[in-house]
């Protein structure tokens, strides 16, 4: 595995933790928009995990 497949994927994991804070934030002011925050989850959870 090269650096850059590494640097990308720890760019992922950042991106996906930062998806999961915002998920929770949403959810605690506007509970009805999470719906909106999901879709950045999943694909930066499966983008970290090199699914796709």
């Known amino acids: 595995m090269d650096t850059a497949n590494k ?15 915002v998920f929770f934030l949403v959810y605690a002011f506007a509970g009805n928009f999470i719906t909106v925050t999901l879709p950045f989850v999943v694909y930066f959870f499966a983008k970290a995990l090199d699914i796709i």
């Open 7 to 21: 640097k990308s994927r720890g760019l992922y994991w950042l991106l996906f933790l930062l998806s999961v804070v």
